[in-house]
């Protein structure tokens, strides 16, 4: 969450393998909150990118692979 600005938030239950959890915040300092959101975010870009590679081809894509990637850095 960006600082200065209050997302509107949701609490939710979620059941998952404790070894799974476990393993992913041995590897950085993030609270299990954090770890789920950022799980969340990468899977909103990876339906975003099949989206992308679906339309190679198509005409529908008017910018290359290295002008979106340009753009992003």
Same mark, same amino acid.
């Given at each position: 969450?960006?600082?200065?600005?209050?997302?509107?938030?949701?609490?939710?239950? *979620?059941?998952?393998?404790?070894?799974?959890?476990?393993? *992913?915040?041995?590897?950085?300092?993030?609270?299990?909150?954090? *770890?789920?959101?950022?799980?969340?975010?990468?899977?909103?870009?990876?339906?975003?990118?099949?989206? #992308?590679?679906?339309?190679?081809?198509?005409?529908?894509?008017?910018?290359?692979?290295?002008?979106?990637?340009? #753009?992003?850095?």
């Amino acid at each position: 969450m960006k600082r200065g600005r209050r997302e509107e938030t949701r609490k939710i239950t *979620v059941n998952l393998p404790a070894a799974l959890i476990d393993a *992913v915040m041995k590897y950085n300092d993030k609270s299990q909150t954090d *770890v789920f959101c950022e799980a969340l975010r990468l899977y909103r870009a990876s339906r975003a990118y099949k989206a #992308l590679r679906e339309l190679k081809g198509t005409g529908g894509l008017m910018m290359s692979y290295e002008d979106i990637k340009e #753009l992003r850095d």
